[in-house]
């Protein structure tokens, strides 16, 4: 791994532990686990590398394969604010281990990733990876839910970024030739085993050309607009509703829904309009997946990316051409964009038959569009994969 020889280069010596998180898909669930949605995923195996070894003195010291700037900081003197360049994921992170567990040790490594950033996950999975380490230097255990938590408290409270479960759970969670099935209401999942029956199928990346930064992005105003609207459906009919940033659309029943959304305000009504029909997607979904049934699986997949474009209104036009050059590709069961949708990725299941045909006719029909993104939109077939081992 080119992360080893960069280590080598900077520190004369040999890593003693290497950590690995992978990056993940959800075809059906988008942008309602931080909403106690449900959600489909799979972790995929490509994802975030670090080498390291321990610094005895308790300083944080890390590289970045994909980003300038070494960053440094002392496991006992963390920045209380981001200092907005890569590294604040794993200060958040740093900060949210140590309100539990007592930080001595710290480190100095090298993280690579093996994919380009947008749309995998990259964020959940480098503090994932980070914590991994971290915590065996520190001989820290932390139990799969701890470590779903300690993640996402990194990018809710230290990054700004109102992400739900869905990432750091898909990344932890689950297995090879799996789907992972999660209620993020109450953590309860499923790995439903694929089906002797299913055809065979893999995972294909496009890669849009066009880098995305949550932070940065309209994400978190997604995310206040479909909170918006279950605030103004509980008060129209007259339930309890509590302080705002506590309210999810999971607790309006759906008789309450169909009753009063013609009164939310056209943009509210449709946030809530793609939750509420991405919850009916999931549970079809995993019914389809247990039953062998890759094909509606994917017109699930391929529907909910249309919802994300009417009515949660996410999309670059990048990702809409890859969008639509997906939908008329033989050999793409379905897809939609990965991630929040504003640059970054699409991800398709694809029947392996059709791989070479698929990659040509999409990468073809794609450049003609932007000609200006060759050289820099890619395409990468992966397959399903094990969580993190923690």
């Given amino acids: 791994m080119l992360c080893e020889e960069k280590f080598f280069e900077i520190y004369r010596q040999e890593p003693t532990g290497i950590s690995f998180c992978p990056y993940r898909i959800c ?14 995923g799979l972790a995929i195996n490509k994802g975030i590398h670090i080498v390291y070894k321990p610094k005895q003195n308790g300083v944080i010291e890390l590289t970045s394969l994909q980003f300038e700037k070494r960053a440094q900081w002392h496991v006992a003197d963390i920045p209380t604010v981001k200092q907005n360049d890569w590294a604040d994921y ?17 480190l100095c490594g090298v993280i690579e990733g093996s994919l380009p950033i947008g749309g995998l996950s990259s964020s959940a999975a480098v503090i994932i990876s980070y914590l991994l380490a971290l915590c065996q230097l520190n001989d820290i255990h932390l139990n799969p839910m701890e470590m779903i938590l300690t993640a996402k408290a990194a990018e809710n409270k230290y990054v700004g970024v109102s992400c ?9 969670f689950s297995k090879k030739d799996h789907l992972l099935y999660l209620d993020t209401k109450d953590d309860s999942y499923e790995l439903i085993p694929t089906s002797p029956m299913m055809k065979p199928y893999k995972v294909a990346i496009f890669f849009s050309g066009i880098e995305r930064n949550l932070s940065g992005s309209r994400f978190n105003m997604r995310v206040d607009e479909l909170r918006s609207a279950a605030y103004a459906l509980k008060a129209f009919a007259g339930m309890d509703y509590g302080k705002f940033e506590e309210t999810n659309m999971r607790e309006i029943p759906r008789d309450v829904y169909e009753q009063y959304k013609d009164r939310l305000p056209e943009t509210w009504k449709r946030r809530a309009e793609h939750w509420m029909t991405e919850f009916d997607r999931v549970e079809k979904g995993a019914e389809a997946w247990r039953n062998g049934d890759l094909e509606t699986y994917g017109k699930l997949s ?10 949660w209104e996410t999309g670059s036009p990048e990702l809409k051409k890859l969008y639509e050059i997906m939908t008329r590709t033989d050999g793409i069961y379905g897809g939609r964009f990965s991630g929040a949708g504003f640059k970054g990725c699409c991800m398709a299941l694809i029947d392996p038959s059709f791989e070479e045909s698929i990659e040509e006719q999409v990468e073809r029909e794609y450049l003609k569009a932007f000609p200006n993104l060759k050289g820099k939109y890619s395409v990468h077939i992966c397959e399903s994969a094990n969580g993190v081992r923690l």
């Fill in 302 to 311: 391929f529907e909910s990316g249309m919802s994300s474009i009417c009515n």
């Fill in 27 to 40: 075809p059906i669930g988008a942008h309602s686990d931080h909403n106690l949605g449900k959600i489909t």
């Fill in 164 to 172: 739900g479960k869905l990432d750091q759970s898909c990344e932890v």
């Fill in 90 to 106: 794993l200060r958040g992170a740093t900060i949210a281990l140590a309100k539990s567990y007592p930080l001595r040790i710290g």
